[in-house]
């Protein structure tokens, strides 16, 4: 099952164990970032470290411009996972590389790939998923990867 929502949004459909194929692709979605998002992001965080908001500090860093922190980056992921799998799945291991930045402006493109697939038990499975944030500006920014819990049909 694929499920797409918008950045608003929260998927309440459930993803079955049975009905996923190796291969499958999750369309996650699209995020506009801008400098309103930047805001809210580094004041939710309170990751106050100048890179994510000091256009200055940033380029003397070395950057192109301020950009999303690994909080984010992480939850963007995450988000791509959770709106997938559906109220029932369990995301029991996840875990990220932050190769490129996001930055103001990028249109970010959260998505993913079914990998792998196990039988767990009479009542769940396991699900290997490759997941990614990318962008217009530099292709794939962070790959990531998850193994999901679903339930299987009754």
């Known amino acids: 099952m694929t499920t797409q929502t918008t950045p608003n949004s929260i998927s309440t459909d459930q993803t ?4 996923v194929r190796e291969g499958d692709l999750i369309e996650g979605y699209d995020l506009t970032l801008d400098w309103t998002k930047m805001v809210e992001q580094v004041s939710g965080s309170q990751d106050f470290y100048p890179v994510h908001h000091d256009p200055e500090f940033a380029a003397e860093a070395g950057h192109p411009a301020i950009f999303y922190n690994t ?3 992480q939850a963007a992921l995450c988000r791509v996972v959770t709106d997938w799998a ?3 799945g369990w995301m029991s291991k996840f875990r990220f590389e932050m190769r490129r930045m996001n930055i103001p402006d990028d249109v970010v493109h959260a998505r993913g790939k079914v990998v792998g697939k196990s039988d767990l038990d009479d009542a769940h499975g396991l699900v290997e998923l490759e ?3 990318e ?3 530099l292709g794939v920014t962070t790959p990531g990867w998850a193994t999901v819990r679903l339930p299987k049909r009754a």
């Open 16 to 19: 079955f164990w049975d009905d």
């Open 71 to 73: 909080g984010w980056t």
């Open 86 to 88: 559906g109220p029932g």
């Open 131 to 133: 997941v990614w944030l």
């Open 135 to 137: 962008n217009d500006r």
